[in-house]
Each structure stands twice: as structure tokens, then as C-alpha cells.
């Protein structure tokens, strides 16, 4: 498919298909985080949505983590790439005269990667890809072309490991399910303020300072995690 040769060309490491009447089957989901809304169905962005393309990028280097403040935001460099793959994936599909919507934030990525066949919903509320593990980026292009569906990934990858539930600094981790409001990451999205000088000493370990305006994100569950090592 041409589609995906495109993607693949301009970087993406992993390319899959979702039929909307698929994924709108599904019932909404609480995003939590800065969002703090439900995801919603695509016919609700795109009247005529037909599919998803689902974009992956392999997160091969720590400095792909960084978080950049500026001002009041957050800005995020290694979500770049991704950036330009899917500007890409929209320019090749509007110039075969198809609509298109670019990552959609309230579409529900992680379910889509599912279903999209890139890998299974860990316990660390993470997409785990058998060959990148936890470290991969998704992006997402809606369009009213309508494609082929790929197959989802229904192997189950966590089994009876909890290396990340236990490697969790904070216990923000249960089972497929995160407290964003006690993850070191969610901390930072939150705005909230850190009085509590035993939580400043562990931010400071697991999300150590680059410059005045930077910072590492915390990686400890999927460092820990079986999958993706090398």
C-alpha cells in the first residue's frame, strides 16, 4: 500500500490501518493528564471518517525524552520526527484528494496501536512492540479514504512480569492503569507544585535536569520492562 510505503520512507518504523466503524465500536475513554476529557469517535472530528492510518517511531535514544519548558508549555523535541512523518502521510493522501485530520488528541492512540497491530497494552499503560518494547511514539492521520484494515496484535507480552509496577519510584503503576496525578511525568503536565522534599530529592534522581529549562522524563518502567533492551 502506498500509504505506508510513504510513511516508511520519511521514517516511521511502524505503519498500520484501523477501520473508523472499528474503532468508533469501542466505548469512549477518561483521558486523564492535561487533557482530562473522553476520547472521542472519529465521526465526531471527520463526518465521513473511513480510517486511521496509525504512525510508530522507535524512541532509540535517551535525548528522545527531553522536556523542554517554554513559558508556561511543555515542549517535547523528539516528538519531531513524527511530526514531519505524518505531515507527510497527510500530504501524500490530500493529494490523492482525500480529507485529512493529523493526530487527533482525543482519538484514543493506544487502542489504536492495538488494533493497528503494533503491539499489546502493557501493564505500564503502554503500547509494548515485540522488537522496540515500550519505546515508540504514536501519531495518527484520519482521513475519508478508505483502506484496508490490518490485523490487531492479541498476544498478551506481560504474562506474569510486574517489572514495571515494581520499578515505579512512586507506585503511580497498577496493573494497565497509571495515576497521573502521582507519575513523575504527570507531576510536571500538572503543574503541580512540589513541596514535599523527599518527592523534590526523587524528581531530581529519576528526572534529572539538563539546563535552567530542561529536563529528563522519567523511563524507569520502560527501562524495566523485558522488551525492547537492545
Known amino acids: 500500500m502506498e500509504v505506508k510505503e510513504t510513511a516508511l520512507k520519511h521514517g516511521a518504523d511502524l505503519v498500520g490501518i484501523v477501520s473508523a466503524e472499528t474503532i468508533d465500536s469501542f466505548p469512549k475513554q477518561w483521558v486523564g493528564w492535561k487533557i482530562q476529557e ?7 472530528i471527520m463526518e465521513d471518517a473511513k480510517s486511521v492510518v496509525m504512525l510508530g517511531y522507535h524512541v532509540w535514544d535517551d535525548v528522545l525524552e527531553v522536556a523542554l519548558r517554554k513559558k508556561e ?16 502521510v497527510a500530504f501524500y493522501l490530500e493529494k490523492k484528494g482525500h480529507k485529512v485530520i493529523i493526530s487527533p488528541p482525543r482519538l484514543p492512540f493506544k487502542r489504536l496501536a492495538q488494533l493497528a497491530g503494533f503491539g499489546a497494552f502493557g501493564k505500564n499503560s503502554l503500547i509494548i512492540n515485540p522488537d522496540f518494547g515500550p519505546w515508540i511514539r504514536l501519531g495518527a492521520v484520519l482521513t475519508n479514504a478508505e483502506m484496508v484494515a490490518d490485523k490487531p496484535f492479541e498476544e498478551d507480552l506481560c504474562g506474569n512480569c510486574e517489572n514495571c509496577t515494581e520499578a515505579c519510584p512512586v507506585n503511580a503503576l497498577t496493573p494497565y492503569k497509571v495515576d497521573s496525578e502521582r507519575c513523575l511525568v504527570g507531576i510536571h503536565l500538572l503543574d503541580q507544585t512540589v513541596p514535599n522534599t523527599n518527592l523534590r530529592k526523587i524528581l531530581s534522581h529519576y528526572e534529572p535536569t539538563l539546563t535552567k529549562n530542561s529536563h529528563l522524563m522519567c523511563m524507569e518502567c520502560q527501562k524495566s520492562c523485558k522488551f525492547g533492551k537492545r
Open 73 to 88: 508549555n511543555w515542549i517535547y523535541p523528539g516528538y519531531l520526527p513524527l511530526s514531519t512523518i505524518t505531515r507527510e
Open 38 to 44: 473522553y476520547t472521542q469517535k472519529t465521526t465526531e
